[in-house]
């Protein structure tokens, strides 16, 4: 019945997608959004916020087809510099670069390129037909989650720290606090009181997180490379003769995507997840089930993998969330309601039965995205890999300017590029003193989630810590997710008694 439902959904919105003018647009989209994906800092929402405006014009189809493919190729478009120069693009690309980065130091940038693009094509393209099937049922699962299913998923994603915290388990500890902390920095949003903010009106809002991630990530690898530069370590030639992995390779690969897919489905469909916890968690995941966990963070493709088809089915998700609670799953797709309202269409439940063919639309537009996607993702590949082979003496430069910039641009101001630099001085410490720094931004990016919703628990039951407990106790779904967390922290110690070596997947680089 589903199957049948989906079929004349699709009929319906086919006609509309395979209007030339709409392919074409969504090609246009596709492409402009890898080329600012691909800009340090300039992230999805960004992008498509800047074209809203641009489809008034539009028929509605039209719009949303543009946007989707910004979209998208946003999400793909940030691997490329978090591969090539362990520079994410966008927060959502954070973790790539940990197994990207490592192969283009061995010469291997065009295979990983290879490797992101097929696994976001395959991820985006099984996300957006497993959701043109399944939305009202993933949509109503994600819609009851409440603030204790939320604090129940961010202490599960805090559990990663323990499989990227490199050799050093207290280092990784140290690295995940350091990163919580930053997290309270700003406005309290339960109380409404600042902290931390020493009285500058920048810091009120937050240490922003994609001038932390420019800066700990790529900032610092920047000043290591000057250094290594200045001792006269050459630059490792990229092997270019082939770009599109081997059959073989992706018979390898095939269910580390099958799994990240469902992965970035289910955590899209959460509202407020995003893409950047989508591949916190799917990499994590890849970790614990991989036969080799030790090899992870050392350059291996599932790594790449895993975070690359999580983030494309998480825009699917996402979107689901959107089209089918009128509840946007990220940022983008707050961003996406507000250009359907423009058009004079509501996001929502009443959208499948008031206009179904949009909404076979908005999945089938999905899908030639990714089509876009990866016939401009390997056409470029080589192109983009040969940027590493550029002397550093111009490639430093002319990246630490795109950084610089791109910081400036997301709220107009110079003290989020001096955050970046400092932030950048903070990752060369933690280089040299080997703290893994993965384990920061994971803190960073789920602190605040945990505390908000513990906080808001709380509140609901009146500050009453024993009714906030029986709470958490009485939601089958939260014991359930702790539950995983205690087996996953507990997964190190058996796997040392049973004599399997325990995941070690984050190595700084020398």
Not at 125 to 146: D, E, H, Q, T
Not at 497 to 507: E, F, I, M, N, S
Request: charged fraction near 10%; hydrophobic fraction near 50%; glycine fraction near 12%.
């Amino acid at each position: 019945m589903l199957l049948a439902a989906a079929g004349s959904l699709y009929t319906d919105g086919l006609s509309l997608v395979l209007n030339p003018l709409t392919i074409l647009l969504i090609a246009a989209g596709t492409l402009l959004g890898i080329m600012f994906g691909a800009m340090p800092g300039l992230t999805a929402n960004m992008g498509v916020a800047l074209l809203v405006p641009v489809t008034y014009s539009m028929s509605v189809t039209q719009a949303i087809a543009l946007l989707i493919g910004i979209y998208l190729g946003a999400l793909y478009g940030g691997g490329i510099p978090s591969i090539l120069m362990n520079l994410p693009g966008t927060p959502a690309d954070m973790m790539t670069g940990i197994d990207g980065y490592p192969m283009t130091k061995r010469g291997e940038g065009g295979k990983a390129l290879g490797v992101s693009t097929t696994s976001s094509f395959l991820g985006g393209i099984g996300g957006a037909l497993v959701l043109a099937v399944m939305a009202p049922v993933i949509a109503s699962v994600a819609g009851s989650f409440r603030s204790q299913e939320y604090f129940a998923i961010a202490l599960l994603g805090l559990t990663v720290i323990s499989y990227i915290a490199g050799k050093s388990l207290i280092k990784g500890l140290a690295s995940g606090l350091l990163g919580l902390f930053i997290g309270t920095i700003g406005i309290d949003l339960v109380s409404g009181y600042p902290r931390f903010t020493f009285g500058q009106a920048d810091l009120l809002s937050g240490a922003e997180f994609v001038a932390v991630v420019i800066g700990v990530f790529g900032v610092a690898e920047l000043l290591e490379q000057v250094g290594k530069a200045r001792h006269g370590k050459a630059v490792i030639p990229q092997k270019l003769d082939r770009v599109l992995p081997s059959w073989s390779l992706l018979n390898r690969l095939k269910w580390v995507i099958v799994r990240s897919s469902v992965t970035g489905v289910v955590v899209g469909a959460v509202p407020g997840a995003g893409a950047t916890i989508a591949g916190v968690v799917s990499y994590g995941q890849q970790t614990r089930l991989s036969k080799h966990p030790e090899r992870m963070g050392t350059g291996e493709p599932e790594g790449v993998a895993a975070c690359e088809a999580s983030n494309n089915a998480c825009a699917g998700g996402a979107m689901t969330t959107m089209l089918s609670l009128g509840i946007p799953g990220d940022s983008v797709t707050a961003i996406l309601i507000g250009a359907l309202t423009l058009h004079g269409v509501t996001a929502g439940p009443l959208l499948f039965e008031e206009d179904p063919s949009l909404v076979s639309a908005i999945f089938l537009s999905l899908v030639v995205a990714n089509v876009f996607l990866l016939v401009f993702g390997l056409a470029a590949a080589k192109r983009f890999a040969q940027v590493v082979n550029l002397p550093r003496h111009i490639l430093i430069p002319v990246v630490i300017v795109l950084a610089v910039v791109g910081t400036y641009a997301l709220r107009a101001t110079s003290f989020n590029v001096f955050m970046m630099l400092a932030f950048g001085v903070l990752g060369l410490v933690m280089v040299a003193f080997r703290v893994p720094k993965a384990p920061l931004v994971l803190g960073l990016i789920l602190g605040p989630l945990m505390e908000t919703n513990l906080r808001r628990s709380l509140t609901l039951n009146d500050g009453d810590l024993g009714a906030t407990v029986q709470s958490f106790a009485s939601s089958p779904l939260c014991l359930a997710i702790f539950a995983i967390a205690v087996l996953l922290l507990a997964a190190p110690a058996l796997q040392r008694a049973t004599g399997r070596r325990p995941a070690v997947v984050y190595k700084e680089e020398e």
